[in-house]
C-alpha cells in the first residue's frame, strides 16, 4: 500500500490518513500470517489470507479515492441539481400500466404486472419446451439455464433464467409466436390502462 501524506489538517483527512495507516498496518500482517502459513505447509489458509490481503488493497485504494476527492471538493460543476419529483396529471386518471392478458387450456392468467402474467404463462407451457425453440428477446435466449451477463432484466425460475426485458406488446408477439410453434390453444391480448 502507498505512504498517505496529510495536505491538509481538517479532521475528516486527519480521520482518512488514521484509517489508511491502520489498513496498511493490517496488509502487514496479512503478509506475515500468509509468510507463515506458507512455511508451514497450510496453503489453503495462503489461498485465504491472499483473498484477504487483495480486497484490503482494493478498499484501502478506494478510501485514498476516497480522500483525495474530500481534499479537493466538489466542484459545483459536479455537483447535478436534483429535479423536483413531478406528477403528471394525467398520470393520476390512469392505471401504472399496459397488463397481459392470456388464456391458455382454459385457464386465464393475468397479473397486475405483465412481466409476472409473461412468467407464469412460460411456466405453465413448460420451461423446457420453450428453451428448445430457440427463442431470443431482445438479443438474448428468452430462456436459458445461465444468466445473462448484460443489463437484460431476468427471472429466475428453478434452474432457468427467463429473458424479461421487453415491452408488453413484444411479450404478447412471443406468446403467439410460442402458441403457433407449439400448436397451443391460446389466445393473448394486451390491455391498455383504463381511465378511472
Keep these: 500500500m502507498q505512504a498517505v501524506t496529510l495536505k491538509s489538517t ?3 483527512s486527519v480521520k482518512f490518513v488514521e484509517l489508511i495507516h491502520s489498513l496498511s498496518n493490517i496488509a502487514d500482517d496479512l503478509k506475515m500470517a500468509c509468510a507463515e502459513a506458507s512455511l508451514e505447509g ?20 478506494d478510501t485514498s479515492f476516497l480522500m483525495e476527492r474530500w481534499q479537493i471538493g466538489i466542484s ?14 394525467h398520470r393520476d386518471h390512469v392505471s401504472s400500466r399496459k397488463q397481459l392478458h392470456v388464456t391458455l387450456e382454459g385457464k386465464v392468467f393475468q397479473k397486475p404486472k405483465a412481466t409476472d402474467t409473461f412468467v407464469d404463462v412460460l ?16 438479443g438474448v435466449s428468452l430462456v436459458s439455464k445461465t444468466a445473462t451477463i448484460d443489463y437484460q432484466s431476468q427471472r429466475r425460475v428453478g434452474m432457468w433464467y427467463i429473458t424479461t426485458h ?17 400448436n397451443l390453444l391460446m389466445s393473448t391480448k394486451v390491455l391498455e390502462p383504463s381511465v378511472k
Design 10 to 12: 481538517d479532521p475528516v
Design 42 to 61: 497450510n496453503f489453503s489458509r495462503v489461498l485465504e489470507l491472499s483473498k484477504s490481503s487483495m480486497e484490503l488493497q482494493a478498499f484501502a485504494k
Design 76 to 89: 459545483p460543476q459536479t455537483v447535478k441539481p436534483k429535479k423536483p419529483i413531478t406528477h403528471s396529471k
Design 123 to 138: 411456466e405453465f407451457i413448460g420451461l423446457e419446451r420453450i428453451a428448445k425453440l430457440n427463442k431470443r428477446l431482445s
Design 166 to 182: 421487453s415491452s408488453v406488446n413484444d411479450m404478447k408477439k412471443l406468446l403467439d409466436e410460442i402458441g403457433r410453434d407449439l
